[in-house]
């Protein structure tokens, strides 16, 4: 059973960064792409950042500029890292595996921007 494991979400101010990691049980190199998507109060999930297996890159055009997704095949682990930090970015983020017949969550890690 794959398991994903978040870190690295908390509190930051506005403009402020921080930065999210996705560790996978099993290989890296096991997943089509990896991801991250954000859920808001009251809002439905949405795409943050996806990383495909050949390192093609996709972001929302909210995020664009701000966020950097990467992947360390070595550490089985994405990394989403996010500056300027902007209170609407405020949400539950998970991590995202997609392999061509399933998809894998993880348990999802807070953010969130306030001062």
């Known amino acids: 059973q794959v398991q994903l494991v978040e870190s690295g979400g908390g509190l930051v101010q506005p403009g402020g960064s921080l930065r999210l990691s996705c560790a996978t049980s099993g290989s890296i190199f096991s997943f089509r792409a990896m991801g991250w998507y954000r859920q808001a109060p009251g809002k439905q999930r949405e795409l943050v950042a996806t990383?495909?297996?050949?390192?093609?890159?996709n972001y929302a055009d909210s995020v664009k500029g701000r966020f950097t997704i990467s992947r360390d095949n070595a550490k089985n682990t994405v990394y989403l890292q996010m500056n300027s930090l902007k209170p609407e970015d405020t949400a539950v983020y998970y991590c995202?595996?997609?392999?061509?017949?399933?998809?894998?969550w993880g348990q999802g890690t807070q953010v969130t921007v306030s001062s």
């Open positions: 995202n595996a997609a392999q061509i017949v399933r998809t894998y």
């Open positions: 990383i495909t297996i050949g390192d093609s890159t």
